[in-house]
């Protein structure tokens, strides 16, 4: 198995406080995704990564922002959590853009 | 709007019955991929399809990816309780606007029962 972890794996917060979720990565592979999942929308990239310092946006970024300091590791962080952003965030990594991905086992994020 | 559609998005069936999940878009895919996964997990990588046409088999699964690269199917035979998960295709877009994208479909949720 890919060596992918992420940290929480559970949380529950507050409307309005900060959130950072992180996906260490054992692999040194150049490409890490953020994804959240939410039932009957499959899953949606929120951000991605190419390399250190190197980010993009995805097709459900607003209100997520990410940093990547370091080849292992790759955070979002959502600046004033929403109920709206209440979901499952996923991680993966890839050798190459959008060539198969390997993925952590997810996050669950409750936001009250 | 969903570029992949994936139907049925739930499917409930009994042990040693036959089944069939499809992926199906207006767009084309220069590859696609599907993936299992199980509840607490993440998914897992189950197969990638890259030539129109193509079937590939794995033990009782069999992928097919259409003759024109816009839709692809799973087909399990014999589907047994410990297939029960959660199948999601995926494909990379050739062209147009959303060229290079990699997109999800909504998922299937199978259910074997004994």
């Known amino acids: 198995d890919a060596g992918i972890t992420q940290s929480p794996r559970h949380k529950v917060t507050e409307t309005g406080t900060p959130v950072t979720l992180r996906c260490h990565q054992t692999e040194n592979h150049r490409y890490m995704y953020w994804y959240r999942q939410d039932p009957g929308h499959g899953l949606r990239l929120i951000h991605y990564s190419y390399g250190v310092k190197d980010t993009d946006k995805g097709e459900v970024s607003d209100g997520y922002s990410v940093s990547r300091s370091k080849t292992e590791d790759f955070l979002l962080t959502l600046e004033s959590a929403t109920s709206s952003q209440t979901s499952v965030y996923f991680c993966?990594?890839?050798?190459?853009?959008?060539?198969?991905?390997?993925f952590g086992d997810g996050t669950r994020l409750s936001i009250l | 709007t969903q570029l992949l559609e994936q139907s049925p998005q739930f499917l409930s069936i009994q042990e040693g019955e036959n089944l069939t999940v499809y992926c199906n878009s207006s767009s084309v895919f220069s590859s696609l991929q599907w993936y299992r996964q199980e509840p607490g997990e993440g998914p897992v990588l189950l197969v990638t399809v890259v030539t129109g046409g193509e079937v590939k088999k794995l033990k009782r699964l069999t992928f097919q990816f259409g003759d024109a690269r816009k839709d692809s199917s799973l087909h399990i035979t014999a589907a047994q309780p410990g297939d029960t998960g959660l199948y999601l295709c995926?494909?990379?877009?050739?062209?147009?606007?959303?060229?290079?994208?990699?997109?999800f479909g909504q998922g299937t949720i199978l259910t074997v029962h004994p």
């Open positions: 993966a990594i890839s050798e190459y853009r959008n060539q198969p991905q390997h």
């Open positions: 995926a494909g990379v877009v050739a062209g147009g606007t959303s060229y290079g994208k990699l997109t």
